[in-house]
C-alpha cells in the first residue's frame, strides 16, 4: 500500500463481509522455517503485507527461490540454492523488520554463519534481541557484535541444550524451535510461549521431519534429527486482524463478518467482547461481530501471553471502550509503551488518563510487572475529527477505527505502517462502508 494518508469521513457504521487469511505471526516464520528443509515448501493463506514482503526479499538474497502457487495466498519456497547475502543486502530488505533475527538458527544450520543488521520494529516499547543471543549461545553459537550488526558462527556446530526464558517471549521460543530442530541432541526449552501461532509452527516443524513433544507448565523437547524436508501448509487465520475487525464493528455501532475466524484461538476475546455488550455469531465460515444497540458496559482488561488477553487486541478495543458508559480499565503488562496512541484519541474528545507505572489496588489475575502500564477509560464520549500520525501497526488501525467513528473529518497520515499487518486494508474499508479518500 503506496498510500501516505487518508482523509477519512466518520460517522457511518461499518457493515459487511471482510476475509482474513494467514497470520502475519506465523506466515512470516514459516518462510524462514523453508530454510530449514532440504526441498521445496508449499505455505497457503499468505497475505500480500508489506512483512511478507521483507521475508521474501531476505529469503531471495540468501539463495532461496519465491514463486507463487496455484491458488491465491500460496509460496513456493526453493531452498536448495541457500547462499550467504552481503550484510548491504541483507539491511537494507530488512527496513525496520526484526524477522532477521530468526534467521540465525536456520543459517547457522546451512551455512555456519549468519549476518544480522540493526533490528527495528514498531515503536512500542523494548524488545530486547539478548533473549535470542543467550539462547543462541548456549546452542555453542559464537556472537560478535560489529559497528553494521551482529556476526553469528558455529564453529563446532550447535549442539542442543537446556535453555529457560525468564519470560515466554514468542520471538525466544521461535528461535529456539528453529534452532533445536537440527542440533545435535535433545533441546528442553522452559518457560515458552504456547501461542497458537507457535504451535502451528510446531506442526509445520513436525511436517518436516523434527521431533518435538509439547510437555505441562510451558516445556517444550526437541529432539535434533539430521535432515528436514519441505512441507505443505496452510497458515492459522490471522485472530489480531480478525479481533480488530471486530472492535472496528463495535466502535462504529456496525456489523462485521469476518471470514476465516475460528473461534477456538480467539476465546479469550470473545469473552471480552461479549462482557463489553458487543455481540457475535460463529458460523463455519467465520464470526459475525456487531453492535447490538443499547448501551457498552465498561470492562476491566489485563493483558498477557497466551491463554491470557493478547495485548495486539487492547489497542483496538480501547476506541469502542470510548463509547462504553463508564470506566473501564486495560492494565497493559506485555509492552511498557504501548498506551502513545491514545494522545491521539484524547485530542478527538477521548477520556483517557494513563497511569505510566500502573495501577495497585485493583483486584488482579495477571502477576504485575514492574514495567507495566495502566489506561483508564471513561465513557461515553463523541470523538469528533482531527490530525493523526500513525505510531505503530496496532495503534494506526485504532485510529483509522477512531477516525471512521468520529463525527467530522480526519486526516491520518504515515498509514503505510498499518499494511505491514493488514492486507488490503482500503479495499476492506471500502468494502464496508468507509468514506475516504486516499492519498500517495
Known amino acids: 500500500m503506496n498510500i501516505d494518508s487518508l482523509t477519512i469521513d466518520g460517522g457511518i457504521p461499518l457493515t459487511g463481509r471482510i476475509q482474513v487469511r494467514g497470520a502475519k505471526n506465523l506466515v512470516t516464520k514459516a518462510m524462514v522455517a523453508s530454510l530449514l528443509g532440504e526441498s521445496e515448501s508449499l505455505l497457503r493463506g499468505v497475505p500480500d503485507i508489506s512483512d511478507v514482503r ?52 536456520p543459517l547457522l544450520h546451512q551455512l555456519g554463519e549468519a549476518f544480522i543488521p540493526d533490528l527495528g520494529g514498531c515503536r512500542i516499547g523494548d524488545r530486547p534481541i539478548d533473549f535470542h543471543l543467550d539462547a543462541l549461545r548456549k546452542f555453542g553459537a559464537v556472537v560478535d557484535k560489529l559497528p553494521s550488526g551482529i556476526h553469528i558462527t558455529a564453529p563446532n556446530g550447535l549442539t542442543g541444550a537446556t535453555i529457560e526464558l525468564p519470560y515466554p517471549s514468542v520471538g525466544a521460543t521461535e528461535q529456539v524451535l528453529l534452532t533445536a530442530t537440527r542440533a545435535k541432541g535433545t533441546t528442553e526449552l522452559r518457560n515458552a510461549a504456547i501461542e497458537p501461532e507457535i504451535m502451528d509452527l510446531i506442526a509445520i516443524l513436525q511436517k518436516m521431519g523434527a521431533i518435538i513433544s509439547v510437555e505441562p507448565n510451558r516445556v517444550i523437547l526437541i529432539e535434533g534429527v539430521d535432515r528436514l524436508d519441505g512441507y505443505t501448509h496452510r497458515a492459522i487465520f490471522d485472530r489480531n486482524e480478525a479481533a480488530s475487525w471486530a472492535s472496528a464493528a463495535l466502535a462504529t455501532k456496525g456489523d462485521i463478518m469476518v471470514e476465516g475466524a475460528k473461534q477456538e484461538h480467539m476465546m479469550t476475546f470473545l469473552n471480552v467482547y461479549r462482557k463489553a455488550g458487543g455481540k457475535f455469531d460463529i458460523y463455519e465460515d467465520g464470526i459475525r461481530f456487531y453492535h447490538p444497540g443499547g448501551e457498552l458496559k465498561p470492562v476491566v482488561i489485563e493483558t498477557d501471553v497466551h491463554p491470557g488477553f493478547m495485548t495486539d487486541w487492547q489497542q483496538p478495543l480501547i476506541v469502542a471502550l470510548t463509547q462504553a458508559t463508564g470506566e473501564s480499565i486495560v492494565h497493559e503488562t506485555v509492552y511498557e509503551n504501548r498506551f502513545g496512541f491514545t494522545d491521539a484519541l484524547i485530542e478527538m474528545g477521548a477520556d483517557i488518563t494513563v497511569h505510566k507505572n500502573g495501577l495497585d489496588g485493583t483486584p488482579r489475575r495477571v502477576p504485575r510487572r514492574d514495567l507495566e502500564q495502566a489506561a483508564v477509560i471513561v465513557g461515553p464520549t463523541p470523538l469528533h475529527g482531527a490530525d493523526i500520525e500513525v505510531p505503530d501497526l496496532r495503534g494506526g488501525f485504532s485510529h483509522l477505527i477512531a477516525a471512521v467513528t468520529a463525527d467530522g473529518r480526519s486526516r491520518v497520515s504515515n498509514v503505510g505502517i498499518i499494511s505491514r499487518g493488514y492486507e488490503n486494508l482500503l479495499e476492506k474499508l471500502e468494502a464496508l462502508g468507509a468514506r475516504f479518500t486516499a492519498e500517495g
Open 54 to 105: 521483507v521475508v521474501r526479499g531476505l529469503l531471495e538474497v540468501h539463495g532461496v527461490s519465491v514463486s507463487h502457487g496455484v491458488e491465491s495466498g500460496d509460496l513456493i519456497l526453493d531452498p536448495t540454492n541457500v547462499r550467504s547475502a552481503h550484510m548491504a543486502d541483507i539491511d537494507a530488505h530488512a527496513g525496520s523488520s526484526r524477522i532477521p533475527i530468526l534467521f540465525c538458527g
